[in-house]
C-alpha cells in the first residue's frame, strides 16, 4: 500500500508529525488518517458480524475523512454484502 504524502510538497509521509521536506505541521492530517482506520477497522467488524448497512455507513465516512483505494474497495464489498441481504424483487 502506497503511503499518504504532504499536502503541502507531496513528500511521502513519516511518523514525524512535521514534513521532512517542507517543515508543514501534519498532525490534522495524522488525525484524519488515524479516524480512518478506525472507521474502517469498525466497519469491517461490523461485516464480520452482519451488518451491512452500518458497514458501508462506517466505510462511508472513512472514505470522506480519508479517501484512499484499499478504502474504495471496501466501500465496495459493503454495497455487495448490502446488496446480497436485499429481498428479491418479484
Ligand atoms: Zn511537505
Do not use: W
Not at 31 to 42: D, K, P, Y
Not at 59 to 87: I, K, T, Y
Amino acid at each position: 500500500m502506497e503511503r499518504p504524502r504532504c499536502p503541502v510538497c507531496r513528500a511521502r509521509l513519516a511518523s514525524d508529525p512535521t514534513c521532512g521536506r517542507c517543515g508543514a505541521d501534519l498532525r490534522p492530517v495524522m488525525t484524519l488518517l488515524v479516524e480512518g482506520h478506525r472507521l474502517r477497522s469498525a466497519a469491517r467488524r461490523a461485516l464480520r458480524e452482519g451488518a451491512a448497512a452500518r458497514a458501508r455507513d462506517l466505510a462511508r465516512e472513512a472514505q470522506a475523512v480519508a479517501a484512499s483505494p484499499l478504502g474504495a474497495r471496501l466501500l465496495a464489498v459493503c454495497a455487495l454484502a448490502l446488496a446480497a441481504e436485499a429481498p428479491a424483487t418479484p
